[in-house]
């Protein structure tokens, strides 16, 4: 059923962005009169004005084959800090260009895993190919202390050929906190210093997400009104909780990042279904672990309540249930892949078909997986693992992208009326 390309994403330790660095003392070692950070900091202050220029000299160096304006970068991670600085306005340049140094890290966001994959509509559409369209790539990296980021890949796909991805950059650009706050806990991101979409990367910039942005299941979501805006549920790891938050975009280069709220708002794996039916935002979810819920909403953010949808009913999903992403339209019906959690731990893609007018309705379903760890694609960071967070349909057509083993990201392709003859 599915038409495998040649094409593959793996994980590389040569990208990295360059990430807030904040040492402290433990807790009974912590004197709040006098800070670790001012303690580097008088160390600092300390060298002569041949040091200074030495040490930065080094840093540049080391940091501008794979950064830009490595000076900007600096002085801005300064500004971070100053509050916390006795006396700022008194460090000089130079000084304020090593303080930066020191209180910033080199970050290798996909040097373990690049997996489990969104596929969406490019935002625009000029130079798509005849036939084809250009598309976007959502991707989560996996870096050090196994911290989850999202990356990003754009290309153009015509139907029956693997995706063509436009050249990957090799800078990487962290995001510029602009605001913070608010009832909704909102964060608004600033990733205008990116010169292609492959440069951005989306790091864990809160305490909620300190272990990571996980598993982000884009959707372009069309207003009653025609209006299209990008939205995208993911996964906040504090190391404690993980619970969901929304992205949302219209250009790709500023981002908002809210919590989502309601006592549906506690599972992994919520999608949002691409525009409104009957007049209400529609999420998929695994409030239980186990099976598929269906929730509505009038208020994008808010979520309670909700349904059991689609239950284990076939060997190879045994253990649990969950979406692929989220639902693709069609004129049968909302088309959801999913995967299923059977033996040894084995998650395998299947799919299943819901009523159009009302997704409350299963109508369909595939016995068998459609996709399945092969010989060839079950070893990684977890053995036995294919998943997906987002297809992409083009006329009949799906581009379905799939993360193998937790550790790289692969492609297929597949017709609608196939899989859907495959379904009972």
Not at 245 to 274: C, Y
Not at 349 to 374: F, H, N, Q, V, Y
Not at 377 to 403: I, K, M, Q, T, W
Request: charged share 25%; aromatic share 8%; glycine share 10%.
């Amino acid at each position: 059923m599915l038409t495998h390309y040649d094409q593959l994403l793996r994980p590389d330790p040569a990208r990295t962005v360059v990430r807030p660095f904040s040492p402290d003392y433990p807790d009974r070692f912590r004197d709040p009169a006098h800070g670790r950070v001012q303690a580097i900091v008088d160390r600092v202050l300390g060298l002569d004005e041949a040091g200074l220029a030495h040490e930065h000299e080094k840093v540049v160096a080391s940091l501008d084959e794979r950064h830009r304006d490595v000076d900007a970068m600096l002085l801005r991670r300064f500004d971070d800090v100053a509050d916390r600085i006795a006396q700022p306005g008194a460090v000089s340049q130079a000084q304020r260009l090593l303080i930066g140094a020191y209180f910033s890290e080199e970050f290798a966001f996909a040097a373990a895993a690049l997996f489990n994959p969104s596929a969406v509509l490019h935002p625009d559409q000029s130079g798509a190919p005849h036939g084809g369209v250009r598309l976007l790539i959502s991707l989560r990296g996996i870096g050090e202390g196994h911290v989850s980021s999202v990356a990003f890949r754009t290309g153009q796909w015509v139907p029956g050929t693997a995706p063509e991805l436009d050249p990957e950059s090799e800078t990487a650009v962290p995001p510029v906190i602009t605001k913070e706050g608010g009832a909704h806990g909102d964060v608004q991101l600033d990733c205008s210093e990116a010169r292609t979409l492959s440069e951005t990367v989306l790091f864990p910039v809160l305490p909620r997400q300190r272990q990571g942005i996980e598993d982000l299941r884009l959707v372009r979501f069309v207003e009653e009104d025609g209006a299209a805006r990008y939205y995208g549920t993911y996964t906040a790891f504090s190391g404690a909780a993980a619970l969901p938050e929304m992205l949302d975009t219209d250009d790709f280069t500023h981002f908002t990042m809210r919590v989502l709220a309601g006592d549906a708002a506690d599972a992994k794996g919520m999608a949002l279904f691409p525009r409104r039916v009957g007049g209400r935002f529609v999420m998929l979810g695994r409030q239980d672990n186990e099976n598929i819920w269906l929730h509505r909403s009038d208020d994008l953010y808010h979520w309670d309540g909700g349904a059991k949808l689609v239950e284990p009913r076939y060997p190879w999903e045994f253990v649990q249930m969950g979406n692929c992403g989220s639902p693709v339209e069609l004129d049968e019906g909302w088309l959801v892949f999913t995967h299923g959690v059977g033996t040894v731990r084995n998650y395998c893609m299947g799919a299943c078909l819901l009523d159009k007018a009302d997704p409350g309705k299963l109508l369909a379903r595939t016995p068998e997986p459609i996709l399945a760890p092969s010989p060839g694609e079950r070893d990684g960071y977890v053995p036995n693992v294919v998943y997906s967070c987002g297809a992409l349909l083009h006329g009949r057509d799906l581009l379905l992208p799939f993360g193998v083993a937790d550790q790289f990201t692969a492609f297929a392709g597949c017709k609608v009326d196939d899989l859907l003859a495959a379904m009972e």
